[in-house]
Protein backbone atom coordinates (compact mmCIF):
# COMPACT_ATOMS: atom_id res chain seq x y z
CA UNK A 1 0.00 0.00 0.00
CA UNK A 2 1.33 2.98 -1.27
CA UNK A 3 1.17 6.21 1.61
CA UNK A 4 0.18 9.21 -0.17
CA UNK A 5 0.79 12.74 1.50
CA UNK A 6 -2.42 15.42 1.22
CA UNK A 7 -1.98 18.44 0.84
CA UNK A 8 -4.70 21.36 0.78
CA UNK A 9 -5.50 24.84 0.71
CA UNK A 10 -8.02 27.08 2.68
CA UNK A 11 -10.03 29.22 1.34
CA UNK A 12 -12.81 30.86 3.39
CA UNK A 13 -14.40 28.46 5.40
CA UNK A 14 -13.25 25.49 2.59
CA UNK A 15 -10.46 23.17 2.13
CA UNK A 16 -9.61 21.00 -1.16
CA UNK A 17 -7.08 19.07 -2.63
CA UNK A 18 -4.41 20.46 -4.54
CA UNK A 19 -4.12 17.14 -7.03
CA UNK A 20 -6.04 14.47 -7.23
CA UNK A 21 -4.23 11.28 -6.29
CA UNK A 22 -5.01 7.71 -6.37
CA UNK A 23 -3.39 4.13 -4.91
CA UNK A 24 -0.59 2.93 -7.56
CA UNK A 25 -1.42 -0.81 -8.36
CA UNK A 26 2.47 -1.43 -7.74
CA UNK A 27 4.28 -0.97 -4.73
CA UNK A 28 7.11 1.08 -4.07
CA UNK A 29 10.64 -0.46 -4.00
CA UNK A 30 12.35 -0.48 -0.70
CA UNK A 31 16.23 -0.23 -1.41
CA UNK A 32 19.37 1.64 -1.37
CA UNK A 33 20.99 2.26 -4.87
CA UNK A 34 23.66 -0.18 -3.33
CA UNK A 35 21.30 -2.77 -2.86
CA UNK A 36 19.75 -2.11 -6.40
CA UNK A 37 23.36 -2.71 -7.60
CA UNK A 38 23.83 -5.88 -5.85
CA UNK A 39 20.29 -7.08 -7.32
CA UNK A 40 21.01 -6.38 -10.34
CA UNK A 41 24.53 -8.16 -10.67
CA UNK A 42 22.71 -10.88 -9.33
CA UNK A 43 20.37 -10.79 -11.60
CA UNK A 44 22.27 -9.81 -14.62
CA UNK A 45 25.70 -10.53 -13.54
CA UNK A 46 27.82 -11.47 -16.82
CA UNK A 47 25.47 -8.87 -19.30
CA UNK A 48 27.53 -6.03 -20.03
CA UNK A 49 26.80 -2.75 -17.82
CA UNK A 50 29.06 -0.12 -19.35
CA UNK A 51 30.81 0.67 -22.54
CA UNK A 52 32.83 3.71 -22.22
CA UNK A 53 33.95 3.76 -26.28
CA UNK A 54 36.76 6.42 -25.72
CA UNK A 55 38.62 4.73 -22.83
CA UNK A 56 38.09 1.40 -24.65
CA UNK A 57 36.48 -0.16 -21.24
CA UNK A 58 33.53 -2.49 -21.12
CA UNK A 59 32.34 -3.15 -17.19
CA UNK A 60 29.83 -5.95 -16.51
CA UNK A 61 27.20 -5.39 -13.84
CA UNK A 62 29.24 -7.95 -11.71
CA UNK A 63 32.77 -6.17 -12.62
CA UNK A 64 30.69 -2.94 -11.84
CA UNK A 65 29.05 -3.98 -8.64
CA UNK A 66 33.00 -5.55 -7.65
CA UNK A 67 34.85 -2.52 -7.83
CA UNK A 68 32.01 -0.23 -6.52
CA UNK A 69 32.72 -2.55 -2.96
CA UNK A 70 36.77 -1.64 -3.30
CA UNK A 71 36.26 1.90 -3.92
CA UNK A 72 34.02 2.42 -1.44
CA UNK A 73 36.33 0.20 1.03
CA UNK A 74 39.18 2.91 -0.32
CA UNK A 75 37.27 6.00 0.63
CA UNK A 76 36.64 4.42 3.86
CA UNK A 77 40.41 3.71 4.69
CA UNK A 78 40.93 7.44 3.36
CA UNK A 79 38.53 8.39 6.68
CA UNK A 80 35.21 8.96 4.52
CA UNK A 81 32.28 7.43 6.87
CA UNK A 82 28.75 7.35 5.94
CA UNK A 83 27.21 10.55 5.22
CA UNK A 84 30.11 12.49 4.07
CA UNK A 85 30.10 14.17 1.07
CA UNK A 86 31.77 12.51 -1.98
CA UNK A 87 31.82 15.21 -5.12
CA UNK A 88 32.39 13.85 -8.57
CA UNK A 89 33.65 16.80 -11.05
CA UNK A 90 34.38 15.36 -13.99
CA UNK A 91 32.83 14.49 -17.89
CA UNK A 92 31.31 10.88 -19.02
CA UNK A 93 34.16 8.73 -18.09
CA UNK A 94 34.34 5.24 -16.02
CA UNK A 95 35.40 6.44 -12.92
CA UNK A 96 32.46 9.05 -13.05
CA UNK A 97 29.91 6.12 -12.72
CA UNK A 98 32.03 3.87 -10.72
CA UNK A 99 32.45 6.54 -8.43
CA UNK A 100 28.54 7.20 -8.28
CA UNK A 101 28.13 3.54 -7.26
CA UNK A 102 30.90 3.29 -4.94
CA UNK A 103 29.57 6.37 -3.26
CA UNK A 104 26.07 4.46 -2.83
CA UNK A 105 27.54 1.00 -1.49
CA UNK A 106 29.39 3.39 0.86
CA UNK A 107 26.50 5.56 2.47
CA UNK A 108 28.34 8.33 1.28
CA UNK A 109 26.26 11.32 -0.55
CA UNK A 110 27.46 11.85 -4.20
CA UNK A 111 28.04 15.56 -5.32
CA UNK A 112 26.85 16.15 -9.06
CA UNK A 113 29.37 19.06 -10.11
CA UNK A 114 29.19 20.26 -13.38
CA UNK A 115 32.14 19.66 -15.21
CA UNK A 116 32.31 23.36 -16.58
CA UNK A 117 32.30 25.06 -13.58
CA UNK A 118 35.11 27.68 -13.07
CA UNK A 119 37.24 27.91 -9.87
CA UNK A 120 35.01 29.93 -8.23
CA UNK A 121 31.74 28.22 -8.70
CA UNK A 122 33.54 24.95 -7.62
CA UNK A 123 34.60 26.52 -4.74
CA UNK A 124 31.38 27.65 -3.89
CA UNK A 125 29.34 24.17 -4.20
CA UNK A 126 32.51 22.44 -2.29
CA UNK A 127 31.99 24.65 0.82
CA UNK A 128 27.97 24.68 0.20
CA UNK A 129 27.73 20.86 1.25
CA UNK A 130 30.94 20.12 2.76
CA UNK A 131 32.66 18.32 0.41
CA UNK A 132 35.32 16.25 2.24
CA UNK A 133 36.69 14.23 -0.70
CA UNK A 134 36.55 15.28 -4.64
CA UNK A 135 36.88 12.88 -7.83
CA UNK A 136 38.30 14.50 -10.90
CA UNK A 137 39.76 14.84 -13.76
CA UNK A 138 43.42 15.98 -14.55
CA UNK A 139 42.35 17.50 -17.49
CA UNK A 140 40.43 17.73 -21.11
CA UNK A 141 40.67 19.08 -23.97
CA UNK A 142 38.98 22.55 -23.07
CA UNK A 143 39.95 22.27 -18.61
CA UNK A 144 42.84 22.05 -16.59
CA UNK A 145 41.42 20.68 -13.43
CA UNK A 146 43.78 20.19 -11.90
CA UNK A 147 45.48 23.70 -12.98
CA UNK A 148 42.30 25.18 -11.59
CA UNK A 149 42.59 23.71 -8.08
CA UNK A 150 45.94 24.51 -7.85
CA UNK A 151 44.42 27.93 -8.39
CA UNK A 152 42.18 27.52 -5.19
CA UNK A 153 44.57 25.79 -3.19
CA UNK A 154 47.76 26.42 -3.60
CA UNK A 155 48.61 24.09 -0.26
CA UNK A 156 48.17 21.35 -2.61
CA UNK A 157 51.27 21.57 -3.70
CA UNK A 158 52.86 21.10 -0.18
CA UNK A 159 50.22 19.04 1.43
CA UNK A 160 50.82 15.13 1.21
CA UNK A 161 47.85 13.04 -0.43
CA UNK A 162 45.06 13.05 1.41
CA UNK A 163 45.98 15.54 3.94
CA UNK A 164 44.86 18.57 2.25
CA UNK A 165 44.20 21.90 4.47
CA UNK A 166 42.88 24.17 2.49
CA UNK A 167 41.82 28.06 3.17
CA UNK A 168 39.77 28.38 0.15
CA UNK A 169 37.65 24.40 0.91
CA UNK A 170 38.48 23.82 4.55
CA UNK A 171 36.16 20.52 4.77
CA UNK A 172 38.24 19.12 1.38
CA UNK A 173 40.83 16.97 2.50
CA UNK A 174 41.06 14.24 -0.40
CA UNK A 175 41.38 15.19 -4.40
CA UNK A 176 41.17 11.97 -6.27
CA UNK A 177 42.76 12.08 -10.15
CA UNK A 178 40.75 9.44 -12.31
CA UNK A 179 42.64 8.61 -15.78
CA UNK A 180 46.11 6.88 -13.76
CA UNK A 181 47.98 10.42 -13.39
CA UNK A 182 49.91 10.94 -10.39
CA UNK A 183 50.19 14.57 -9.40
CA UNK A 184 51.15 16.40 -6.39
CA UNK A 185 48.61 16.97 -3.59
CA UNK A 186 46.44 14.07 -5.43
CA UNK A 187 45.36 10.37 -4.78
CA UNK A 188 45.39 8.22 -8.04
CA UNK A 189 42.02 7.00 -8.59
CA UNK A 190 43.66 3.25 -9.15
CA UNK A 191 45.39 3.33 -6.24
CA UNK A 192 42.65 4.15 -4.22
CA UNK A 193 40.58 1.22 -5.59
CA UNK A 194 43.16 -1.23 -4.73
CA UNK A 195 44.36 0.56 -1.52
CA UNK A 196 42.03 -1.46 0.49
CA UNK A 197 42.21 -5.46 1.90
CA UNK A 198 39.57 -7.83 1.89
CA UNK A 199 38.95 -7.25 5.10
CA UNK A 200 37.64 -3.49 4.57
CA UNK A 201 35.87 -4.22 1.27
CA UNK A 202 33.82 -7.09 3.16
CA UNK A 203 32.92 -4.17 5.43
CA UNK A 204 31.63 -2.40 2.74
CA UNK A 205 29.49 -5.29 2.04
CA UNK A 206 28.14 -5.90 5.79
CA UNK A 207 27.16 -2.17 5.32
CA UNK A 208 24.21 -2.34 3.10
CA UNK A 209 22.02 -3.91 5.38
CA UNK A 210 22.61 -0.73 7.90
CA UNK A 211 21.97 2.07 4.63
CA UNK A 212 18.17 3.15 4.85
CA UNK A 213 16.32 3.95 1.81
CA UNK A 214 15.39 7.20 3.39
CA UNK A 215 18.91 8.23 3.92
CA UNK A 216 20.62 10.64 1.57
CA UNK A 217 22.25 9.41 -1.74
CA UNK A 218 23.09 12.42 -4.07
CA UNK A 219 22.65 16.27 -3.15
CA UNK A 220 22.25 17.58 -7.11
CA UNK A 221 23.17 21.02 -7.96
CA UNK A 222 20.60 23.55 -9.52
CA UNK A 223 21.45 25.03 -12.61
CA UNK A 224 21.94 28.50 -11.02
CA UNK A 225 19.56 30.30 -13.26
CA UNK A 226 18.16 32.48 -10.89
CA UNK A 227 21.47 33.27 -8.26
CA UNK A 228 23.78 30.56 -6.65
CA UNK A 229 23.18 27.11 -7.55
CA UNK A 230 21.26 25.33 -4.59
CA UNK A 231 21.83 22.01 -3.43
CA UNK A 232 18.49 19.85 -3.41
CA UNK A 233 18.45 16.55 -1.57
CA UNK A 234 17.59 12.98 -2.72
CA UNK A 235 17.07 9.97 -0.89
CA UNK A 236 17.79 6.69 -2.11
CA UNK A 237 14.23 5.89 -2.09
CA UNK A 238 13.31 8.28 -4.27
CA UNK A 239 15.73 7.63 -6.82
CA UNK A 240 15.61 4.40 -7.03
CA UNK A 241 11.38 4.70 -7.17
CA UNK A 242 12.05 7.78 -9.33
CA UNK A 243 14.18 5.59 -11.82
CA UNK A 244 12.19 2.70 -11.63
CA UNK A 245 8.98 4.05 -12.85
CA UNK A 246 10.72 6.06 -15.70
CA UNK A 247 12.59 3.45 -17.02
CA UNK A 248 9.39 1.78 -16.94
CA UNK A 249 7.68 4.39 -18.96
CA UNK A 250 10.36 4.22 -21.40
CA UNK A 251 9.60 0.72 -21.93
CA UNK A 252 13.14 -0.60 -20.98
CA UNK A 253 11.51 -3.42 -19.10
CA UNK A 254 10.25 -4.64 -22.36
CA UNK A 255 13.29 -6.82 -23.76
CA UNK A 256 17.20 -5.61 -23.00
CA UNK A 257 18.03 -2.48 -24.74
CA UNK A 258 21.55 -0.35 -25.39
CA UNK A 259 21.03 2.82 -24.19
CA UNK A 260 23.28 5.66 -25.78
CA UNK A 261 23.86 8.52 -23.92
CA UNK A 262 24.66 11.77 -25.12
CA UNK A 263 23.59 13.96 -21.85
CA UNK A 264 26.16 15.10 -19.08
CA UNK A 265 26.01 12.52 -16.45
CA UNK A 266 26.51 14.84 -13.85
CA UNK A 267 22.74 16.61 -14.93
CA UNK A 268 19.39 14.51 -13.28
CA UNK A 269 18.45 13.28 -17.07
CA UNK A 270 22.00 11.20 -16.98
CA UNK A 271 22.50 10.47 -13.19
CA UNK A 272 18.64 9.60 -12.48
CA UNK A 273 17.09 9.20 -15.77
CA UNK A 274 19.59 7.68 -17.82
CA UNK A 275 22.29 5.34 -15.26
CA UNK A 276 19.29 4.51 -12.50
CA UNK A 277 17.17 3.60 -14.99
CA UNK A 278 19.18 1.26 -16.82
CA UNK A 279 20.35 -0.29 -13.29
CA UNK A 280 16.47 -1.06 -12.67
CA UNK A 281 16.00 -2.92 -16.04
CA UNK A 282 19.57 -4.25 -16.62
CA UNK A 283 20.31 -2.00 -19.23
CA UNK A 284 23.45 -1.23 -21.15
CA UNK A 285 24.68 2.16 -21.07
CA UNK A 286 26.80 3.22 -23.71
CA UNK A 287 29.24 6.85 -23.75
CA UNK A 288 30.28 7.48 -26.96
CA UNK A 289 32.54 10.13 -25.69
CA UNK A 290 33.32 11.85 -22.35
CA UNK A 291 31.68 15.40 -24.23
CA UNK A 292 28.97 15.11 -26.11
CA UNK A 293 30.08 14.76 -30.01
CA UNK A 294 27.45 13.57 -32.96
CA UNK A 295 29.98 11.79 -35.18
CA UNK A 296 31.35 9.84 -32.28
CA UNK A 297 27.85 9.22 -31.41
CA UNK A 298 26.38 8.24 -34.65
CA UNK A 299 29.55 5.22 -34.48
CA UNK A 300 28.15 3.58 -31.09
CA UNK A 301 24.73 3.69 -32.32
CA UNK A 302 26.01 1.99 -35.14
CA UNK A 303 28.97 -0.30 -33.38
CA UNK A 304 26.63 -1.11 -30.44
CA UNK A 305 23.53 -1.70 -32.05
CA UNK A 306 21.82 0.79 -29.50
CA UNK A 307 17.99 0.60 -29.45
CA UNK A 308 17.79 3.90 -27.27
CA UNK A 309 19.33 6.97 -27.55
CA UNK A 310 18.87 10.07 -24.61
CA UNK A 311 20.21 13.53 -25.46
CA UNK A 312 18.16 16.80 -25.76
CA UNK A 313 16.72 18.58 -28.67
CA UNK A 314 19.70 20.63 -30.10
CA UNK A 315 21.61 17.27 -30.11
CA UNK A 316 19.20 15.28 -31.86
CA UNK A 317 18.94 18.17 -34.92
CA UNK A 318 23.10 17.82 -34.72
CA UNK A 319 22.61 13.64 -34.71
CA UNK A 320 19.71 14.46 -37.53
CA UNK A 321 22.35 16.64 -39.66
CA UNK A 322 24.98 14.23 -38.94
CA UNK A 323 22.99 11.14 -40.54
CA UNK A 324 21.69 12.57 -43.27
CA UNK A 325 25.68 13.24 -44.51
CA UNK A 326 26.48 9.83 -43.34
CA UNK A 327 23.60 7.66 -43.83
CA UNK A 328 25.01 5.21 -41.45
CA UNK A 329 23.07 1.92 -41.20
CA UNK A 330 21.31 2.12 -37.92
CA UNK A 331 17.99 0.65 -36.27
CA UNK A 332 17.35 2.34 -32.99
CA UNK A 333 13.77 2.32 -31.73
CA UNK A 334 13.25 5.00 -28.85
CA UNK A 335 14.21 8.48 -28.78
CA UNK A 336 14.02 10.08 -25.57
CA UNK A 337 13.89 13.79 -25.37
CA UNK A 338 14.10 16.16 -22.57
CA UNK A 339 15.55 19.98 -21.52
CA UNK A 340 14.00 21.20 -23.49
CA UNK A 341 10.49 21.26 -26.04
CA UNK A 342 10.72 19.28 -29.50
CA UNK A 343 9.48 21.03 -31.99
CA UNK A 344 7.06 18.96 -34.12
CA UNK A 345 9.40 18.99 -37.39
CA UNK A 346 12.41 17.83 -35.09
CA UNK A 347 10.28 15.06 -34.09
CA UNK A 348 9.16 14.09 -37.63
CA UNK A 349 12.92 14.32 -38.62
CA UNK A 350 14.17 12.13 -35.76
CA UNK A 351 11.50 9.47 -36.77
CA UNK A 352 12.70 9.33 -40.36
CA UNK A 353 16.02 10.31 -40.23
CA UNK A 354 16.99 8.11 -36.95
CA UNK A 355 14.62 5.34 -38.14
CA UNK A 356 13.06 5.79 -34.79
CA UNK A 357 9.64 3.79 -34.02
CA UNK A 358 8.83 5.74 -30.68
CA UNK A 359 9.59 9.42 -29.58
CA UNK A 360 9.46 9.95 -26.14
Not at 26 to 37: A, C, D, K
Not at 113 to 128: G, H
Request: net charge positive; hydrophobic share 35%; charged share 20%.
Amino acid sequence: MVTVLKFGKLTGHFRYLSYVHNHGSEPLRSLTLGQLLEQTAKKYGSRTALICRSENQKLTFQEVLDQADRLAAGFTALGLKPGDRLGVWAPNVAEWYLTHMASARGGFVLVNINPAYQPRELESCVNLVGVKALVCMSQTKNHDYYGNLVSLCPEMLQSRPGKLRSKAMPTLENIVIAGGTNLRGTLNYHDVLNMATEAQVDKVRKLQGSIDPDQLCHLQFTSGTTGQPKAPMQSHFQIVNNSYCIGKRHELGRKHHSICIMVPFFHGIGTVITICSALNYGSTLVVPAPLYNPEKTLDAIRDEKCSVIIGTPTMYVDLVDRQKARNEDIDPEIAISGGAICSPHLFKQMKDVLKLKKVK
